[in-house]
């Protein structure tokens, strides 16, 4: 098994900065999550996928540009009610249909951040439209396609990802270096 990577550092650099807002927005309003996941492998996002933990092989973080936060008690992850999952947390009733309302603060901050929440994947506010439900995920595409970031992957590895972000948050957002 792969091990889990939880350092912030293996983030782009961006996303990093808007995470640890984002933790330190949600700590403010008495909510406690901590990063459990960023930056995954391929034989780690082989492992979600086999785990169904992720529904593709296209994950940005694969790239460093995506996060899973967890909420924390006392300093440790807290699995949900029966110690092995999140449900309880995230959803009423364990219905997919119907989230907490610390879920539905936690994806509203992180949307405000600039975040696509794992939640509400198209943004337009209706939970019941999703066909995939994973609360605990944030990202950020740049609006880059996924086969560009891959096959640049392949070419030159995550340095040259993030250098490409780089280039194209300065020209296609419009956002000054």
């Not at 973080?61 to 924390?72: K, M, Q, R, S």
């Not at 560009?148 to 070419?155: A, G, M, P, R, S």
């Amino acid at each position: 098994m792969e091990p889990i990577i939880r350092s912030l550092d293996c983030l782009y650099p961006d996303i990093k900065v808007r995470v640890c807002k984002l933790l330190v927005a949600l700590h403010d309003v008495g909510i406690n999550m901590a990063a459990f996941e960023t930056l995954r492998s391929i034989e780690r996002q082989m492992e979600a996928l086999a785990h169904k933990t992720s529904k593709t092989f296209n994950s940005l973080h694969l790239f460093g540009l995506a996060v899973d936060i967890w909420p924390v008690k006392a300093g440790k992850f807290v699995f949900g009610e029966n110690g092995k999952d999140l449900d309880a947390w995230y959803f009423k009733n364990k219905n997919p249909v119907e989230y907490t309302d610390k879920a539905k603060q936690a994806g509203a901050l992180g949307m405000r951040l600039g975040f696509t929440w794992g939640g509400d994947w198209d943004g337009d506010g209706n939970i019941k439209d999703q066909t995939f439900y994973d609360l605990v995920h944030f990202e950020d595409d740049y609006d880059i396609p996924i086969d560009t970031l891959h096959k640049i992957y392949i070419e030159g590895g995550l340095n040259r990802v993030w250098k490409y972000v780089d280039d194209c948050r300065w020209l296609c957002k419009g956002q000054k270096k």
